[in-house]
């Protein structure tokens, strides 16, 4: 069984999910809208995704920019809709108005999911505690990974945060995977490893022309390089 790092990669269409699949990429964050930083995709993008590749596939649940959940009845649609379109592995994350996580949002739409695999999103980098956050959510099925920078700002300032919160897994809130993402670059990539950290998540560094342009196969094979200790 291969114990390799995770390459995530976020991916608007088939196009996308081709060529980061080509790359070496393990996994795709399927998203729409990237201008209000991923939203849920329509049931037809997800199935020109899924007919195109066959690694695994994490969709968001979100609809609307900002952390807050706001319908939530409407993301339980959107959950139902993307599973009925074929997601088995979802994307979600919500911060009431204290910064704390809005643990109701949270276990109604996953009780939706009926103990599929998910992660907590970046939202995590705008709470109020992180900590308690993670205690909270603790124990919720399928809650399997944090994606995160360890800061708003990104990975260039979050850095100490991500080797503490590695430094502390397998402790009660900390059993899920560390996926690291936002503002991640090449160079972070050795003392993460050597951390311990084996997640890692990238949009526009996998696109060379901007998030106007496509994926490309090439970008994420460097990464997958460099992740792999090349």
């Known amino acids: ?20 699949q080509a790359g070496g990429a393990d996994r795709l964050e399927v998203v729409t809208d990237i201008a209000a930083d991923g939203l849920t995709p329509s049931a037809a993008t997800l199935a020109g995704i899924r007919a195109a590749v066959d690694i695994d596939l994490r969709v968001m649940l979100r609809l609307a920019d900002g952390f807050g959940a706001g319908d939530v009845e409407g993301l339980v649609r959107a959950a139902r809709a993307m599973r009925a379109a074929g997601a088995t592995e979802f994307v979600l994350g919500f911060l009431d108005a204290q910064g704390s996580v809005d643990l109701r949002a949270v276990e109604r739409i996953v009780a939706e999911l009926e103990g599929a695999p998910w992660t907590f999103h970046r ?13 909270q959510l603790d124990g919720l099925p399928g809650l399997d990974t944090y994606l995160t920078a360890g800061s708003p700002a990104g990975v260039d300032e979050g850095l100490p945060v991500l080797l503490t919160e590695a430094a502390r897994c397998g402790e009660p809130g900390y059993e899920q995977r560390l996926l690291v993402g936002g503002g991640l670059r090449l160079d972070h990539v050795p003392a993460l490893l050597s951390a311990g950290i084996d997640g890692f998540h990238i949009g526009g560094a ?24 090349g």
Request: aromatic fraction near 4%; hydrophobic fraction near 55%.
């Open 1 to 20: 069984m291969s114990t390799r790092a995770v390459l995530e990669v976020i991916a608007l269409d088939a196009v996308d999910a081709v060529a980061a």
């Open 123 to 135: 939202a995590i980098d705008r709470a109020a505690d992180r900590d308690a956050l993670r205690k």
């Open 206 to 229: 996998a696109r060379p022309d901007g998030w106007a342009g496509p994926v490309s196969s090439t970008a994420v094979a460097e990464w997958r390089r460099v992740i792999d200790g």
